[in-house]
């Protein structure tokens, strides 16, 4: 069971990664969204603010894009996220 970071500039921020992505594993990416205080989520819903897609991210791309409250991320932007402070 996990400690619910409350500190970092994610603090309170729900992520979701999807598909590949280029440069990070996905458990390291998900782990770098912990570090910054984020929460993961298991799929996308109403409760998601970012989702961060790679290649062939498929249908939570699709439903993501419906829920106009979800930011779509590249892996890139996401990293740019994390980093500022």
């Given at each position: 069971?996990?400690?619910?970071?409350?500190?970092?500039?994610?603090?309170?921020?729900?992520?979701?990664?999807?598909?590949?992505l280029?440069?990070?594993?996905?458990?390291?990416?998900?782990?770098?969204?912990?570090?910054?205080?984020?929460?993961?989520?298991?799929?996308?819903?109403?409760?998601l603010?970012?989702?961060?897609?790679?290649?062939?991210a498929?249908?939570?791309?699709?439903?993501?894009?419906?829920?106009?409250?979800?930011?779509?991320?590249?892996?890139?932007?996401?990293?740019?996220?994390?980093?500022?402070?």
């Open positions: 069971k996990k400690d619910t970071k409350n500190t970092g500039n994610l603090a309170g921020q729900t992520f979701l990664f999807t598909g590949t280029p440069t990070l594993k996905r458990s390291e990416a998900e782990a770098l969204a912990e570090a910054a205080g984020g929460k993961l989520l298991g799929g996308v819903s109403t409760k603010n970012y989702l961060v897609v790679g290649e062939d498929g249908s939570k791309l699709e439903k993501a894009k419906k829920i106009n409250t979800v930011r779509i991320l590249t892996e890139q932007e996401f990293l740019l996220l994390i980093n500022k402070k």
